[in-house]
T-cell receptor, first 115, second 113 residues
Framework: DTGVSQDPRHKITKRGQNVTFRCDPI?????LYWYRQTLGQGPEFLTY????????KSRLLSDRFSAERPKGSFSTLEIQRTEQGDSAMYLC?????????????FGPGTRLTVL | GENVEQHPSTLSVQEGDSAVIKCTYS??????FPWYKQELGKRPQLIIDIRSNVGEKKDQRIAVTLNKTAKHFSLHITETQPEDSAVYFCAASVTDSWGKFQFGAGTQVVVTP
């Protein structure tokens, strides 16, 4: 499977715990995005990497959230001290650098439930 | 920042009829407008996109139109089929910048046989 993959697909945790999600983009894609999607809403932008550099973070990304892409390949998104409001689907997407490609390819997402 | 509004939020159509979804955007610098289809429990998948130098694009039963002056773009699905039932999202981005997408809230399309 050469598409974007995410792990785990589902995560249930208790409030206050830390969680970490992983995203493996399409191998030749330089750009990697994290989005959050809640029920009945479109994906909301969280952060963006170009290769290993994190170039933009949304104000939605509080200081409890941190993302890395250490070697410019896979990325991790960590949420510390989870809150019930963090419950959502976390989507990862990747694309090539413009003008080679603007389409973002999405992974299947990680559904987080905070109890 | 960019703001994208999408209407309607739900759309019920009879099989064979047409469906139209409309989006407006606020940032005049936006130059790329994709439409994604998301079936229940699945990832969003691109169905069609349009760039700001084009006014209309068609792919079989799906078409998108763009009015840059009015800052709105629309998705048209003709001869709808039950498998067209899904949530559709429009988005806008500035590809010369970081290329992040600003999505609309989505339209739930239900095609009844």
């Amino acid at each position: 499977d050469t598409g974007v993959s995410q792990d785990p697909r589902h995560k249930i945790t208790k409030r206050g715990q830390n969680v970490t999600f992983r995203c493996d983009p399409i191998s030749e894609h330089n750009r990697l995005y994290w989005y959050r999607q809640t029920l009945g809403q479109g994906p909301e932008f969280l952060t963006y990497f170009q290769n290993e550099a994190q170039l933009e973070k949304s104000r939605l990304l509080s200081d409890r959230f941190s993302a890395e892409r250490p070697k410019g390949s896979f990325s991790t998104l960590e949420i510390q001290r989870t809150e019930q409001g963090d419950s959502a689907m976390y989507l990862c997407a990747s694309s090539q650098l413009a003008p080679r490609g603007d389409e973002q390819f999405f992974g299947p997402g990680t559904r987080l439930t905070v109890l | 920042g960019e703001n994208v509004e999408q209407h309607p939020s739900t759309l019920s159509v009879q099989e064979g009829d047409s469906a139209v979804i409309k989006c407006t955007y606020s940032d005049s610098a936006s130059n790329y407008f994709p439409w994604y289809k998301q079936e229940l429990g699945k990832r969003p998948q691109l169905i069609i996109d349009i760039r700001s130098n084009v006014g209309e694009k068609k792919d079989q039963r799906i078409a998108v139109t763009l009015n840059k002056t009015a800052k709105h773009f629309s998705l048209h699905i003709t001869e709808t089929q039950p498998e067209d039932s899904a949530v559709y999202f429009c988005a806008a981005s500035v590809t010369d910048s970081w290329g992040k997408f600003q999505f609309g809230a989505g339209t739930q399309v239900v095609v009844t046989p």
